[in-house]
Nanobody, 121 residues
Framework: QVQLVESGGGLVQAGGSLRLSCVAS????????MGWYRQAPDKQRELVAT???????NYGDPVKGRFTISRDNAKNTVALQMNSLKPEDTAVYYC???????????????WGQGTQVTVSS
């Protein structure tokens, strides 16, 4: 079974910083991509950032230059450092893993339950 546990969300003032973390547990043959997505009320879920197991990163336009994604392959963790936060960053942030389980031998996307980030003006 796969579990993704997110932490680090909370309430912060505009201009402040937060660091989100996600720890994945499961019998993975490989974890190919880890990332963060977010969903604000009445909006579609959107890309925040992804990172491959080799360190290649991809960022959504609204967060470029402000957020940094990183991962620790040995610990099966992915983190998101969020700086210069804006009220429009307010959303539920979801951890995502694209990988292959020993017991499910094809690539699949796995999702955490989300952590709330609220930025006040």
């Amino acid at each position: 079974q796969v579990q993704l546990v997110e932490s680090g969300g909370g309430l912060v003032q505009a201009g402040g910083s937060l660091r989100l973390s996600c720890v994945a547990s499961g019998s993975f043959l490989s974890i190919n991509t880890m990332g963060w997505y977010r969903q604000a009320p009445d909006k579609q879920r959107e890309l925040v950032a992804t990172i491959s197991r080799h360190g290649t990163t991809n960022y959504g336009d609204p967060v470029k230059g402000r957020f940094t994604i990183s991962r620790d392959n040995a610990k099966n963790t992915v983190a998101l450092q969020m700086n210069s936060l804006k009220p429009e960053d307010t959303a539920v942030y979801y951890c995502q893993i694209r990988g292959v389980l020993y017991t499910r031998l094809y690539e699949y996307d796995y999702w955490g339950q989300g952590t709330q980030v609220t930025v006040s003006s």
